[in-house]
């Protein structure tokens, strides 16, 4: 969805490394959420914030952190990257009044 | 942890025949949605069904829900080249926040 945006669209960095992944949307949907798509697996839930003041974690939050420093923009930081932090991430939205979610083109990630 | 398994992982078929892909849950849920993913890109979103209903379509997209037996099925009829893709069925199990979890996916090749 063209709606929603990600950067970079790819990224190499070293282990140990802090890295942050940004979304950005112009759809005025209040519920933001990261993704991350293993290769041959489905998507799983980082976080998600359903507003500004309201971040919650996921399955599989340890590693990560998050900010929602506006309705719009939703970024997601690796404060200590490792190697199988390698994946797809991505960025969807939603809004409160329907249940589909709309997805940016993601990151690719590897930490070498 | 993954919510939803697919079947089959991957499906090869003729253009113009259908394709039916699989998707078994664990838990119950408020609405099931499939999503489609061209190579390495973000997911679209193709259908939703509530636990409600039973069966639905959308242009060549049929999806049926048997809440009893915890699982759907997506049949795509007349299928064509472009509708090779990934597909992945996502559950929301309710409680707020659009929260889905994933399956694993169905890899599907439409040959010419």
């Known amino acids: 969805d063209a709606d929603v945006t990600q950067t970079p669209r790819n990224r190499i960095t070293k282990t140990g490394k802090r890295i942050m992944l940004e979304c950005s949307q112009t759809?005025?949907?209040?519920?933001m959420y990261w993704y991350r798509q293993d290769p041959g697996l489905g998507l799983q839930l980082i976080y998600y914030s359903f507003d500004v003041k309201d971040i919650n974690k996921g399955e599989i939050s340890d590693g990560y952190s998050v900010s929602r420093q506006a309705q719009a923009k939703f970024s997601l930081s690796l404060e200590s990257a490792i190697p199988n932090q390698t994946a797809l991430y991505f960025c969807a939205t939603s809004d409160f009044r329907v249940d589909e979610q709309f997805f940016g083109p993601g990151t690719r990630l590897t930490v070498l | 942890s993954q919510q939803g398994e697919e079947d089959p992982q991957a499906l090869s078929i003729q253009e113009g025949e259908n394709a039916t892909m699989n998707c078994s849950y664990k838990?119950?849920?408020?609405?099931l949605q499939w999503y489609r993913q061209n190579s390495g890109r973000g997911l679209v979103h193709l259908i939703l069904i509530r636990s409600n209903e039973r069966e639905k379509h959308s242009g060549r997209l049929r999806v049926t829900l048997d809440t009893s037996k915890k699982s759907s099925s997506l049949l795509i009829t007349a299928s064509r080249a472009a509708d090779t893709a990934s597909y992945f069925c996502?559950?929301?199990?309710?409680?707020?926040?659009?929260?889905?979890?994933f399956g694993t996916g169905t890899q599907l090749k439409v040959e010419l």
């Open positions: 759809k005025g949907h209040d519920r």
């Open positions: 838990t119950s849920i408020n609405n």
């Open positions: 996502a559950t929301d199990a309710g409680g707020g926040g659009n929260k889905l979890t």
